[in-house]
């Protein structure tokens, strides 16, 4: 319990927290690192995941990617990169990117092609083309999947981030590898203790978002149309022999007045 | 990659200890969290505590963890078994979700032929339920045992690696070649266990397939 006392009196002492090696900038470089390779993840992972998972094609590739990425180590691929590249933002980058494609990839793909076909179906018959039924009826039911899988990458990101320190970079890791060379281990407490304390906020964010985007509730109000056309083939059903009013023209008013 | 296999001997006792740190947290973890994860499936407060506890668990980084353990149990702070409790705490944490899951997913038919033929409530579960749920339980092991041997390797920043040894040996020397040895041999391990658990699930589910077949 020494070295808690020790490590939380390093935490609330004001003077620790500003300059070049203070918490905060290390805070700072951290979420860098963490930013950076998440944004760059989803750019990747989000796009292949809403193609395969609208066309149905190539499932087997992202099964196989998965299993593969996740058994990359980390570690390896980062000090792989900075003896290639030297320092900088590109390694880090590199190896977490890797670390966070995985779930993104999972969840935006499982999400668009778990939606239910019969709500698909409805889209297609409605007239909507394959890109409205990807971006208006897909994407708003596959969102809490989606950013599910964005929850877990950014977890897995901020608590690996830490290993960057190992290679002489900065983050939140500094404190932890720096504690345990010096054999100061309340120090590499103060690391542990941050970086718990990062990703539980983050965590925390994320799945109010989660929350927030489950469709149907208008957690999220925004503009695009709600496609609650579960709703209307219920509503349809219940008044079987009635044709709706339909004009095949234009876009459905049912549809874009929500 | 040529140091891979100059350096044969010495990868295959690291293998032995990366297994070693790497499975047992898997077995320790199978063996908590299911009985756990059974008891707590049918008391709603108690599985949301469970699933609450668990998901802070996973959020606690691992090198963190390493280093956090010997200061709050009488470990020494480079011992082995840092890394086996740090990684049963996770494998506990992930399968202590999927069991409940796994068993909320056997079919109500299912449940109401065994109550049917005189299965008590604690034989249902043992000899229906749980083995119902061993193809969910499969895919939650494969995860959990994929993920651990990637990070076991980054033990080896506090000096207990296994496979991962290379990887601080190799940045320090300077040796890209070790890094990469170590980086596949590392990936062709947990290839390997993925396709063994995924085998022994089969194995130990005869009628998966053969209703498949049939149907």
Redesign the interface.
Known sequence: MNFLQQALDYIFTAGNWTGKAGLGARIIEHLQYTGVAVAVSVLIAVPIGLAIGHTGRGSFLVVTAVNALRALPTLGVLLLAVLLWGLGLLPPTVALTLLAVPPLLAGTYSGIANVDPKITDAARAMGMSGRQVLTRVELPNALPLILGGLRTATLQVVATATVAAYASLGGLGRYLIDGIKIRQFYLALVGALMVTALALLLDGLLAMVVWASLPGTGRLRRRLPQPLLDDEVRLDAGQSGRTPDYNPGGPSPTVEGW | MHYLFTHLDSAWSLTLIHLRLSLVPVLLGLLIAVPVGALVWRHVMLRRLTTLAA??I????????F??LP?IIPTR?LDEANVIIALTLYTTALLVRAVPEALDAVPAHVRDAAAAVGYTRIGQLLKVELPLSIPVLTAGL??VA??N??MV??G???GIGGL?T???E??QS?K?DQ??A??VA??VL??II?VLILLAGRLITPWARKTKAAA
């Open positions: 998901s802070i996973f959020t606690i980084p691992s090198l963190a963890l280093v956090v200061l702070i494969r995860v994929v993920t041997i990637s390797a980054v080896s920043v506090i991962g290379w990887f601080t190799g940045y300077d890209s890094i990469v170590g980086i590392i990936f947990a290839v993925d």
